[in-house]
């Protein structure tokens, strides 16, 4: 992709349906961190939304961007359980509202959806970078998705540095104290531990990195 292409509802659908495949695939990794910190659900309940919003997919094929993002997040509010749902379905009705009146979506105006998505989940959850949340991967993925598309980067160039910055931020919760969530009542006992929330917030970065770039140079 050129930096100047455009973002349809055929290519967003190939993104979120390449995240529900990652979800599902990933299902008892998740789970497994989430059974360390937290209530070993997240895995589950994440390919029970996802699975949800892969069948309704093709119904919203014909819908304006805005709703497009809107269905998606209303579906997993409805599906997934835990703090997941509210968190995720957050993100998605706030691209949504970022992309009001637009058919296709520029780089730069998926980066600013993306952006307000995140936003949106920090402002629900009050978490901060360092509370060892989804957060703390999602925050320096855009981040490093503007930079490099602010330093005339394609999509797909942006995509992967926001991927790799992603998953350092992932990498990074190993090594903090929760304090938000039920991985926060275990105090310094959760430090050693990866977020499951970061992870699967990796994970939706780098399937945008596989979706959006060409085959041979998508992310491993």
């Given amino acids: 992709m050129t930096s ?3 973002l349809n509802i055929a ?4 993104w979120i349906n390449r995240y529900a495949n990652q979800i599902s695939d990933n299902k008892a990794y998740l789970t497994e961190l989430d ?11 994440m390919q029970h939304g996802f699975e949800a919003v ?3 997919l093709p119904g919203f094929a014909g819908e304006p961007m805005s709703v497009f993002f809107k269905n998606i997040g209303m579906t997993l509010l409805s599906k997934v359980g ?3 749902g509210p968190l995720y379905g957050t993100l998605f009705l706030r691209m949504g509202m970022a992309s009001a009146d637009k058919s296709t979506l520029t780089p730069t105006e998926f980066a600013e959806a993306l952006a307000a998505g995140v936003e949106g989940i920090r402002q629900r959850g009050s978490a901060r970078p360092g509370d060892k949340t989804m957060v703390d991967a999602l925050t320096p993925a855009v981040l490093a998705l503007h930079q490099a598309l602010d330093n005339g980067a394609t999509l797909c160039e942006a995509l992967q540095a926001a991927a790799a910055a992603g998953e350092a931020g992932m990498k990074a919760t ?14 310094p006992r959760s430090i050693g531990h990866q977020d499951p929330g970061a992870t699967s ?6 399937s945008a990195a596989e979706s959006f770039c060409p085959a041979e140079q998508a992310t491993s």
Wanted: net charge neutral; proline share 0%; no cysteine.
């Fill in 4 to 6: 100047d292409t455009t």
């Fill in 11 to 14: 290519i967003l659908t190939d």
């Fill in 35 to 45: 059974a360390a910190i937290g209530d070993a659900d997240h895995g589950i309940n």
């Fill in 54 to 56: 892969q069948q309704r």
């Fill in 82 to 84: 835990g703090a997941s």
């Fill in 174 to 187: 190993i090594s903090m104290q929760a304090y938000k969530g039920r991985a926060s009542y275990l105090g």
């Fill in 201 to 206: 917030a990796y994970l939706l970065i780098k």
